[in-house]
């Protein structure tokens, strides 16, 4: 298996920019969550879906942020407008839910610069 | 809510050295409790895991054991390599009480030197 996918994997926009992140779980997993790390505040959950249906989004900043998953294989993450701020590595992350735990599975990650 | 507590970092040491990252969790159900570790320039890995009190997770020298009379899930190592150097973080995730979530403890910076 190929692992978790992100793309692309470097993104320098400038504020106002809209950006679009994207990512392709493991195939067969069922849960998909998106996270945002930074020096200043570590590893925060910005929202998580399970069976493509959002579930939480109590992590996501402010409504310039949104995440669709529209199937099973395909999420994306949107900034609209973006500004410097929010300059991290966005990870997506997918696992398989069982009744006993979880294990996830991150991808690569993308470095977001917003000039 | 459920949470996690680990050492503050960096931690600094010499090859050959043992390693001790503490991690306690406050939890209202019966978690799984995890080791993550997050390399330069990727995202983290799944390092090692216990799913019920008692149980020692295992994996690459690495070892913690599920303590829930101290609440506690302490990595050790006990001898370690330039290669080790790393984020490390503790976790833990409940379905029954915590939905699908996984709760990250802020990560403990580990520098190895030859």
């Known amino acids: 298996d190929a692992g978790v996918i992100q793309s692309p994997r470097h993104e320098v926009t400038e504020m106002g920019q809209e950006v679009t992140l994207r990512c392709k779980p493991i195939s067969g997993h069922n849960s998909l969550f998106w996270y945002r790390q930074t020096m200043m505040r570590g590893l925060e959950l910005l929202i998580y879906?399970?069976?493509?249906?959002?579930?939480?989004d109590s992590g996501m900043p402010e409504d310039r942020f949104s995440a669709k998953m529209p199937n099973a294989s395909f999420s994306t993450l949107k900034i609209q407008p973006s500004e410097p701020r929010d300059s991290a590595v966005y990870f997506c992350?997918?696992?398989?839910?069982?009744?006993?735990?979880?294990?996830?599975?991150f991808g690569p990650g993308t470095r977001l610069t917003v000039l | 809510g459920d949470s996690v507590t680990q050492m503050e970092g960096p931690v600094t040491l010499s090859e050959e050295a043992f390693l001790t990252i503490n991690c306690t969790y406050t939890?209202?159900?019966?978690?799984?409790l995890f080791w993550y570790v997050q390399y330069p320039g990727e995202g983290l890995q799944l390092l090692l895991k216990?799913?019920?009190?008692?149980d020692k997770g295992s994996n690459k020298g690495f070892e913690a054991t599920y303590r829930k009379e101290t609440t506690s899930f302490h990595l050790e190592k006990g001898s370690v390599q330039v290669s080790d150097s790393a984020v490390y973080f503790c976790a833990l995730s409940d379905h029954r009480t915590g939905g699908f979530k996984t709760i990250f403890g802020a990560g403990t910076r580990l520098f190895v030197k030859a």
């Open positions: 216990a799913t019920k009190a008692d």
């Open positions: 992350a997918s696992s398989l839910m069982t009744q006993s735990y979880n294990e996830q599975f």
């Open positions: 879906f399970n069976n493509n249906v959002p579930i939480d």
């Open positions: 939890a209202t159900g019966y978690p799984s």
